[in-house]
């Protein structure tokens, strides 16, 4: 590994090539933050892809794309005059400082908070937010309207849980989640599109309940379980084809045979 003095060198070196590439490469020099927008959004999902597949060195040229996007609006926030990366960093570290009383003693008190689990720690980060200068105004303002549903509905359960809004047993969870599957039911029984979709709006935000608070991550259990069907679904496939068979020529027995097969592989 490396000393911090070269890592320090490294990310000079980082500023140094996109002070370059801003003035003299045509494509860069174009760019905006809004037009960096999209591709930002596109790095993020590499790098979760890249993470979850456990490969070093994926993660590696990952988290290198991100941080490219990070310096890069910074380069612009400066040309604006209105932040550099300096700012970015300090503004970081301000706010780490502030978050973590338990570490950093304020100092109006001199005296660290207690904060001895990390359940206690997360309360107390999410009741810091909401007295920062600028910071949330509402325990819940802070989660991004854009996030995919199944992570807003986690981080917006995971907030309210920080300023105590939960369960008091975990295990009450469960008549939460037979009720909205029995209201769901009762939706689709009575052929009502619209409130069946309200309901199972419903179903699915008490799932995701019911895996925080057994600590599951739903957002990873379920991409868990879109790899392994995709990788049952190729076998599928690919024995299909090695038969010189299509799939929709196969009858539903014939397919459920050669999946029980991929599953064994699984096992």
Same mark, same amino acid.
């Given at each position: @590994?490396? *000393?911090?003095? #070269? /890592?320090?060198?490294?990310?000079?070196?980082?500023?140094?090539? @996109?002070? *370059?590439?801003? #003035? /003299?490469?045509?494509?860069?020099?174009?760019?905006?933050?809004?037009?960096?927008?999209?591709?930002?959004?596109?790095?993020t999902y590499e790098l979760s892809d890249a993470l979850l597949s456990g490969d070093a060195d994926e993660i590696k040229k990952e988290l290198g794309d991100?941080?490219?996007?990070?310096?890069?609006?910074?380069k612009i926030g400066s040309e604006k005059e209105q932040f550099d990366i300096a700012d970015v960093c300090n503004a970081l570290c301000d706010k780490l400082i502030f978050r973590h009383p338990h570490v950093y003693p304020p100092a109006e008190t001199g005296q660290k908070a207690k904060a001895d689990t990390e359940g206690e720690v997360l309360q107390q980060w999410e009741q810091l937010k909401t007295r920062e200068k600028d910071g949330n105004k509402r325990v819940l303002s802070g989660v991004p309207k854009s996030l995919p549903a199944l992570i807003k509905a986690y981080?917006?359960?995971?907030?309210?849980?920080?300023?105590?809004?939960?369960?008091?047993?975990?295990?009450?969870?469960?008549?939460?989640?037979?009720?909205e599957v029995a209201e769901f039911e009762a939706e689709v029984g009575a052929m009502d599109a619209d409130r069946a979709e309200a309901e199972f709006g419903d179903v699915l935000f008490s799932l995701v309940n019911a895996a925080r608070l057994y600590h599951i991550n739903p957002d990873n259990a379920?991409?868990?379980?879109?790899?392994?069907?995709?990788?049952?679904?190729?076998?599928?496939?690919?024995?299909?084809?090695?038969?010189?068979?299509k799939l929709t020529d196969m009858t539903l027995s014939e397919m459920d045979a050669i999946w029980e097969e991929a599953k064994a592989l699984d096992e």
């Open positions: @590994m490396h *000393t911090k003095e #070269e /890592k320090l060198a490294a990310f000079g070196r980082l500023l140094d090539v @996109m002070d *370059t590439l801003r #003035e /003299k490469c045509p494509w860069d020099r174009k760019q905006t933050n809004e037009s960096l927008r999209a591709n930002t959004i596109e790095e991100v941080l490219l996007h990070i310096v890069f609006y910074a981080r917006i359960q995971d907030k309210a849980r920080g300023v105590g809004f939960d369960w008091e047993q975990r295990e009450q969870v469960w008549d939460k989640v037979k009720e379920l991409e868990r379980t879109n790899r392994k069907f995709i990788r049952r679904f190729t076998y599928l496939e690919e024995h299909t084809i090695r038969q010189g068979r």
